[in-house]
């Protein structure tokens, strides 16, 4: 398979325990993108990379959050100190610069769920 | 929020007929792109409509965008229940951000 993967699928954790999200997007995407979705929202833009470059960061994402996209392939999302609102699903999603459709291919996503 | 407004929030038809989902947002764009979500699944890409187009087909959709109004639609013809699935818009303003609506949860019965 040579979609956007995501790891892990599901993380059942406690408040205030640290976790970390990865994301392998298509091998020669190299815009690669991480959202939020709550239940009944669209995706919310949490941060954007390209290549190995953060480009933008939301203001939705505290200092608690942080990514890293350390060889401009993979990439991954840590949350530090969980809180209850961070239960959510946390998509990652890969596009190539100059697409004609300029689409981005998505992930299953990581659903997160904080006790 | 940054999020755009999608119309209605839900919708049920019967298979065969056509179903419309309205998105408005809030800044001006380069293009707009519509996804669908099925349950439990990952978004999939429907169609792209450059903010210089009026019109776009893709098969049985049918996008429609008025710039002035900062509007969009979503037409689905003949719908089948295979469709059935929440339908999100997502506007991009410069070259990489993505602002997506909040979405039409679609239910065609058969």
């Known amino acids: 398979d040579t979609g956007v993967s995501q790891d892990p699928r599901h993380k059942i954790t406690k408040r205030g325990q640290n976790v970390t999200f990865r994301c392998d997007p298509i091998?020669?995407?190299?815009?690669l993108y991480w959202y939020r979705q709550t239940l009944g929202q669209g995706p919310e833009f949490l941060t954007y990379?390209?290549?190995?470059?953060?480009?933008?960061k939301s203001r939705l994402l505290s200092d608690r959050f942080s990514a890293e996209r350390p060889k401009g392939s993979f990439s991954t999302l840590e949350i530090q100190r969980t809180e209850q609102g961070d239960s959510a699903m946390y998509l990652c999603?890969?596009?190539?610069?100059?697409?004609?459709?300029?689409?981005?291919?998505f992930g299953p996503g990581t659903r997160l769920t904080v006790l | 929020s940054q999020q755009g407004e999608e119309d209605p929030q839900a919708l049920s038809i019967q298979e065969g007929e056509n179903a419309t989902m309205n998105c408005s947002y809030k800044?001006?764009?380069?293009?707009l792109q519509w996804y669908r979500q099925n349950s439990g699944r990952g978004l999939v890409h429907l169609i792209l409509?450059?903010?210089?187009?009026r019109e776009k087909h893709s098969g049985r959709l049918r996008v429609t965008l008025d710039t002035s109004k900062k509007s969009s639609s979503l037409l689905i013809t003949a719908s089948r229940a295979a469709d059935t699935a929440s339908y999100f818009c997502?506007?991009?303003?410069?070259?990489?951000?993505?602002?997506f609506g909040t979405g039409t949860r679609l239910k065609v019965l058969a």
């Open positions: 999603a890969s596009a190539l610069e100059g697409s004609p459709y300029n689409e981005q291919f």
């Open positions: 091998s020669e995407h190299n815009r």
């Open positions: 990379f390209q290549n190995e470059a953060q480009l933008e």
């Open positions: 800044t001006s764009i380069n293009n």
């Open positions: 409509i450059r903010s210089n187009e």
């Open positions: 997502a506007s991009i303003s410069g070259t990489y951000k993505y602002i």
